[in-house]
């Protein structure tokens, strides 16, 4: 069963911080890898998202760096703000070339005032 | 608002009873996914549509559970005999057919089973 190995957990950190999540993933069919985030209550959100052609991209305060021979991926949130305390949920396409997401487990940030 | 849409919102059932939940997808996508979220994990694919084929099912979507699309537009997933393991979020989402186009949640609803 193909797994995303989604890190940290949950992570506190100061307004201003800079939180990093890791995700690694086992095999893809395509190389896509989306970022949602989760309030309490409502849906995923779709965040940010990279495709195969480039290793980093940014979006605002939010960055996705990929590293596709170490098979993993990463997502940095700059100056973070108490607003952006939420979960935080990597995804990457199942293996069997279908178009389903294999999601992790998701981050649960904390944004201190 | 063109989001995807989901009713109801809550559903609160008692074990063995059955129960439907509806998703409208955004109009112009054709493909819709139902997955299902528990408490401090991330979604599970449940199943998938293209238009009405049902393309996939996944292996935690027992006999027990069946969803349609009958006109490729809204999908229903209905739940018989509920179990207390059934009690999740259950999301849906929809994305156009292109291989990286972005699947986007509609609110979910919230089932508990008593």
């Known amino acids: 069963q193909q797994q995303v190995k989604q890190s940290p957990q949950s992570l506190i950190v100061q307004k201003g911080g800079i939180p990093i999540i890791n995700c690694a993933y086992e095999n893809t069919a395509f190389d896509y890898f989306p970022w949602y985030q989760q309030f309490p209550g409502k849906g995923p959100a779709l965040l940010i998202a990279i495709r195969p052609d480039v290793s980093e991209k940014k979006e605002g305060r939010f960055t996705i760096s990929f590293n596709k021979s170490a098979k993993q991926f990463s997502l940095h949130i700059m100056d973070s703000q108490p607003g952006d305390s939420a979960t935080y949920f990597c995804a990457a396409p199942s293996p069997r070339g279908t178009y389903k997401y294999i999601f992790g487990t998701g981050t649960r940030l904390k944004v201190l005032a | 608002d063109t989001g995807v849409s989901q009713d109801p919102r809550h559903k609160i059932t008692k074990r063995g009873q059955n129960v439907t939940f509806r998703c409208d997808p955004i109009s112009e996508h054709n493909r819709l996914y139902w997955y299902r979220q528990t408490l401090g994990q991330g979604p599970e694919f449940l199943t998938y549509f293209q238009n009405e084929a049902q393309l996939e099912k996944s292996r935690l979507l027992s006999d027990r559970f069946s969803a349609e699309r009958p006109k490729g537009s809204f999908s229903t997933l209905e739940i018989q005999r509920t179990e207390q393991g059934d009690s999740a979020m259950y999301l849906c989402?929809?994305?156009?057919?292109?291989?990286?186009?972005?699947?986007?949640f509609g609110p979910g609803t919230r089932l508990t089973v008593l």
């Open positions: 989402a929809s994305s156009t057919s292109g291989i990286t186009d972005t699947q986007y």
